[in-house]
């Protein structure tokens, strides 16, 4: 589903000083992955223009939307500096986690416990 990624050389906007470490690579990938859901959303409104197609888009559209609030989330955390702490445990998501995941809650023992 997903087409691979394009790296559209966009231009260094702000860049805060006093992030830490690896938080600008983090404020990327979800600035990334953010316009990658945007554009699925976009995809699915478009896809979804006969009345017909709308209880096959409505799962996927709530699936994109749900992503696009942990994205959220994630900046917030950025902003807080609580960003790639786990919200279950408290202890750092491990960063290869991240890269896949950029907007993860959780560490993968309490996401599987969370289910
Ligand atoms: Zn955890």
């Known amino acids: 589903m ?3 990624t394009t790296f559209a050389m966009s231009p260094e906007t702000s860049r805060p000083a006093a ?3 690896g938080a600008q690579d983090a404020r990327q990938r979800l600035e990334d992955e953010r316009d ?3 554009a699925q959303l976009r995809a699915l409104d478009s ?3 006969g009345a017909d197609a709308d ?3 409505g799962p996927q559209r709530s ?3 749900r992503a696009l609030q942990d994205i959220e989330a994630a900046f917030t955390r ?3 500096g609580t960003y790639g702490t786990c919200q279950g445990c408290a202890a750092p998501i491990p960063a290869a986690r991240l890269d896949i995941l ?3 809650r959780y560490c993968v023992p309490c996401q599987q416990r969370a289910g």
């Open 2 to 4: 997903a087409e691979g």
């Open 19 to 21: 992030e830490p470490a």
């Open 36 to 38: 990658t859901r945007l």
């Open 47 to 49: 896809a979804a223009d």
């Open 55 to 57: 209880h096959l888009v």
């Open 63 to 65: 699936a994109v939307q």
């Open 78 to 80: 950025l902003d807080s």
């Open 102 to 104: 950029p907007h993860a």
